[in-house]
């Protein structure tokens, strides 16, 4: 009888931790990946440098793994651009679509989720003997996180209502060209973008405590409303970091589409999300894997990707201001 009853309790235990374990991006993953990204072998992923086009190869690799798809009319999921008319260097964006749950949910807008997975390379002044830009946290971070939430989304069982479009950018620490590209480029027709979530700095817990984020941009739209709605029901917070949230919000790729759009007489709701300012560690070598916060990266990864799910699957509307 006893045997038995602890048999049960130990079946029970293993079916809940089944279910409360989905999604399931494996918190190994983000951790083997970011090493990965972050390591000195791919010396900074400056643009132009043989290190970011294979970084580019890699991209693509997990987005064919994942299941995801090249867009409509590209061949795979590589943006090729130059500057210039210089064609000695192919400059990369990487495009996966993940379509909607149904044949109906393809007409809906787009959710994007991007990241930018290039950085500044090697530096003429060593500290320690270290000249090497890692850019663990920007964006060695942004870029796995939004490839866990690829891998999560693509997940049969937790599909959404809008088609999905994850973006890999190049150039943005040139001044956001790789966003831009992509934007002008109308790879898929950007009035048809519901929303932009741009990954950056998900890493570091340190400055506002672990589970807490920043939203850039909160005069931008309602979006900020809404998800301190949603993080109601969970252990979540935005953190309050003042003005410099909206200073913030032109320094990233979410604003190639602020901007497309404020050309072109519309507004697309695009913000961008982090979870430091990072002022000690931007833009220096030691910008480094030991500081990552891996425990509260995963946790955020599972959280953002059910952020994605109720947005998408409650049909919010994210508005511009
Ligand atoms: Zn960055």
Redesign the pocket.
């Known amino acids: 009888m006893k045997k038995s009853l602890i048999f049960l309790f130990v079946a029970l235990f293993i079916i809940q931790g089944a279910f409360s374990q989905q999604p399931t991006c494996t918190a190994d993953s983000a951790r083997v990946w970011l090493n990965f990204l972050a390591s000195d072998e791919l010396r900074g992923r400056a643009n132009g440098s043989d290190e970011i086009e294979k970084v580019a190869q890699w991209l693509s690799e997990k987005f064919k793994q994942f299941g995801l798809q090249p867009v409509a009319g590209m061949k795979d999921f590589v943006q090729p651009y130059i500057f210039n008319k210089d064609s000695s260097f192919i400059h990369k964006n990487i495009i996966g679509y993940l379509p909607a749950k149904n044949e109906q949910g393809n007409e809906n807008p787009f959710i994007v989720i991007s990241a930018?997975f290039d950085?500044i390379g090697i530096s003429h002044f060593p500290v320690n003997g270290d000249s090497i830009y890692n850019?663990a946290d920007?964006?060695a971070s942004?870029v796995i996180a939004m490839l866990a939430i690829a891998k999560n989304l693509s997940n049969q069982q937790l599909q959404t209502n809008n088609p999905i479009l994850f973006v890999a950018f190049s150039n943005?620490?040139e001044g956001l060209l790789g966003s831009r590209y992509f934007v002008n480029s109308n790879v898929v027709p950007i009035e048809q973008i519901k929303l932009n979530i741009n990954l950056?700095?998900l890493g570091r817990s340190h400055e506002f405590g672990r589970n807490k984020f920043l939203i850039t941009g909160t005069q931008h739209s309602n979006f900020q409303d809404i998800v301190v709605e949603f993080n109601k029901e969970t252990e979540w917070g935005v953190a309050d970091a003042g003005e410099i949230v909206n200073f913030l919000f032109r320094m990233?790729d979410n604003y190639s589409f602020v901007e497309y759009a404020q050309q072109h007489n519309f507004c697309i709701p695009a913000h961008t999300i982090v979870t430091s300012l990072g002022f000690e560690h931007?833009h220096q070598v030691d910008d480094e894997v030991e500081y990552i916060d891996f425990e509260n990266l995963n946790n955020l990864i599972e959280h953002l990707t059910q952020l994605i799910l109720y947005l998408s699957n409650n049909k919010i509307v994210v508005q511009c201001n």
């Open positions: 930018h950085h850019g920007d964006n942004g943005e620490e950056e700095m990233s931007i």
